[in-house]
C-alpha cells in the first residue's frame, strides 16, 4: 500500500533520500509522494524524525 505525507512534514528532505523508487518530491510546503511509484516499502518512514509518512 501506498503511503501519503501528513501535514506533520517539516520538509526536511530525509524520505526524499530513503525512497528507492524517487516517489517523493517536494510540493507546495510538504512533500508529497507519488502513489503510482510508490512501492510502499516504509523506508520513508523509517527515516523521517517527525512520523509524517503514513500508510494511505
Same mark, same amino acid.
Given at each position: 500500500m /501506498?503511503?501519503?505525507?501528513s501535514d506533520?512534514c517539516?520538509?526536511?528532505g530525509?524520505?526524499? *533520500?530513503?525512497?528507492p $523508487?524517487e /516517489?517523493? $518530491?517536494?510540493?507546495d510546503?510538504?512533500?508529497?509522494i507519488? /502513489?503510482d511509484?510508490?512501492v510502499?516499502?516504509g523506508a520513508c @518512514? *523509517? /527515516?523521517?524524525?517527525?512520523? @509524517?509518512?503514513?500508510? @494511505?
Open positions: /501506498a503511503y501519503k505525507i506533520d517539516v520538509s526536511c530525509a524520505c526524499v *533520500e530513503a525512497c $523508487t /516517489a517523493i $518530491t517536494e510540493g510546503g510538504k512533500y508529497v507519488n /502513489a511509484i510508490c510502499g516499502c @518512514a *523509517e /527515516a523521517c524524525p517527525v512520523g @509524517a509518512p503514513q500508510e @494511505a
